[in-house]
C-alpha cells in the first residue's frame, strides 16, 4: 500500500508546483505588462483615457467626417487640365 500513498504525495507535490510556477508567471506577466504600458504611453491614467473615450463616444457625441479633418487637398492639382502626365 506504500505505492498508493506515495501516489497521492506525488501528485499533491506536483500541483503544489504547478499552482507555484502558475503564481511565479502571473506576477512576472503583470509585472512585463506594466512595463510595456508605461514605456508606450507613460504616466497616463488608462481608466481616466477610456472614460473620456467612451464619454466623447457615446450617444449624442459628434462625429467628424475625416477625422475631424478638412477633404484633402492635392497642392499639385492642375484643376484645369482634362488629363496631363505633368
Known amino acids: 500500500m506504500t505505492g498508493a500513498g506515495s ?5 499533491r507535490g506536483l ?9 511565479d508567471f502571473l ?3 503583470h509585472e512585463r505588462e506594466d512595463l510595456l504600458r508605461h ?6 491614467d488608462i481608466a481616466a483615457v477610456k472614460a473620456d473615450r467612451a464619454a466623447r ?8 467626417s475625416a477625422g475631424g479633418r478638412g477633404a484633402h ?3 499639385d492639382d492642375d484643376g484645369d487640365l482634362p488629363y496631363s502626365f505633368f
Open 57 to 64: 463616444s457615446g450617444p449624442g457625441a459628434r462625429h467628424p
Open 73 to 75: 487637398v492635392d497642392p
Open 27 to 29: 506576477v512576472a506577466f
Open 7 to 11: 501516489g497521492r504525495e506525488l501528485r
Open 15 to 23: 500541483s503544489s508546483r504547478l499552482a507555484g510556477v502558475r503564481s
Open 39 to 44: 514605456e508606450l504611453v507613460g504616466d497616463v
